[in-house]
């Protein structure tokens, strides 16, 4: 077995260095570069796919709570417009119950002024009636006597003492 | 991950194997046809066979074996690190696979900008020729980079590259870019332009070469400190040669590993700087620009 010179130069060696180097580059390529870069991308893929999945979820949670809010500060109005109602109603109701009795208390008390009035006409009238009889009894009485002082005063003062009674 | 199928787990072993069984068919084959000698001899790869060719004999020698065992070795630890690739959920290879391919990117992107990202395969291929050749005398086998045609014929390619990506703008433009600054410096330019490769070439070459040198200079030398020192132990200790155990392994982690890998990096690093920098972009992608408007 012989040795090569520590420095000697072959072409046909060197070509085939060469050839190894590119060859080598070729197996990398194939083999090492391109599987790990198509993994890599796949999974750059599938990472932005659930980034878009987490997103349309995200969107649609947000859509349904709009909802939701929408409906909850509907019914919130709505619950708010049905007890306006309900206080107008009462307060409306209330008016009219305390008109109703305010005008039936100033009906009674028209009836009893009314009937006060009829009352008194009626006791006047019941005077006049005695003054009338009483006047005319004292006619008869004076036309029956002959009046002097004397007279005249007890006349007076029965008279008076008659229509006391009689108003008594 | 335990419960992985029997059929994973063979295709992980033939992997596994094909990353093996190259280099141990190599040592074995080292072992089998190394000549029988004592003493320092500094030669080049060992010959196994010449085929003949025009102009010289193809000489399959050690040097092309080997490269040819990393070559493998390499394929299979392909194989190996995109077997059952997943998307989520990952193995530790697959960790390791995204690593180097990301690593590569990074450095190709922020050394030739994103034009030449197609190059992260072939900086991946150089590095892992050029620096488990130069670890495979870790195993006592013949480092393809210490043979200047190994390394010669990667520079060549190299040259063939940046030539090529010089030519892009057409090929006055290439003739100009010697008369740069001045037409007088064109010779100088020349000059300048067969040295890369040449400069590339014997930088790689002589270093890991040096270092395979210094390191059986200092094992012979360690071996006769130790007879000199301890050959007066009685009997069979004394020919053991007991400075020859550790000291030439701690040394060869600089001269092999660390010079090694740091040369596959530099070798890469340059390829890198020479295709890009030689390449005249703000003119491509001008012509580009206007290639599209029109």
Known sequence: MQNLDVISINIWDTLISLANLIILYLIVKKFLYKPVKNVLKARQNEIESQYNNAENAEKKANESREQWEKMLSGANSKSDEIIKNATDTAKMRSETIVNEAKERAQGIVRQAEQEAILERKKATDGIKKEIVEVSSALTSKLLEREINKDDHRTLIDEFIEEIGESYE | MKNKSRRFVLTDILYIAMMIVPVIIGIVIKTMTRPVGDGVSITGAQVYFKIPMPIQDLIISESQINSLIVMISVFGLCLYLTHGLKT???????????????????????????????????????????????????????????????????????????????????????????????????????????????????????????????????????????????????????????????????????????????????????????????FPSDLYFKRKNRKIKN
């Open chain 2, 88 to 278: 989520r959920n990952i193995s530790k290879r697959q960790h390791l696979a995204e690593w180097i391919i990301e690593k590569t990117d990074n450095m190709v992107s922020s050394n030739m900008g994103e034009f030449f990202i197609s190059f992260s395969p072939f900086i991946i291929a150089m590095l892992a020729l050029s620096g488990f050749s130069s670890l495979l005398t870790l195993l006592g086998l013949y480092a393809p980079t210490s043979d200047l045609n190994i390394v010669g014929g990667w520079a060549i390619l190299v040259f063939i590259l940046i030539t090529y990506y010089k030519f892009k703008c057409g090929p006055l433009q290439y003739m100009k870019s010697f008369a740069e600054p001045v037409a007088l410096l064109a010779p100088m330019n020349i000059i300048s332009e067969i040295a890369t490769p040449v400069s590339m070439a014997f930088r790689h070459y002589g270093n890991v070469l040096s270092g395979s040198v210094i390191s059986v200079l200092i094992a012979y030398a360690l071996g006769n400190l130790s007879n000199l020192l301890l050959g007066f132990l009685p009997g069979v200790l004394g020919d053991i040669p007991f400075l020859r155990i550790g000291i030439p392994a701690v040394l060869s982690i600089y001269f092999d590993v660390f010079s090694g890998l740091l040369q596959a990096y530099i070798f890469a690093m340059l390829t890198m700087m020479y295709v890009s920098g030689g």
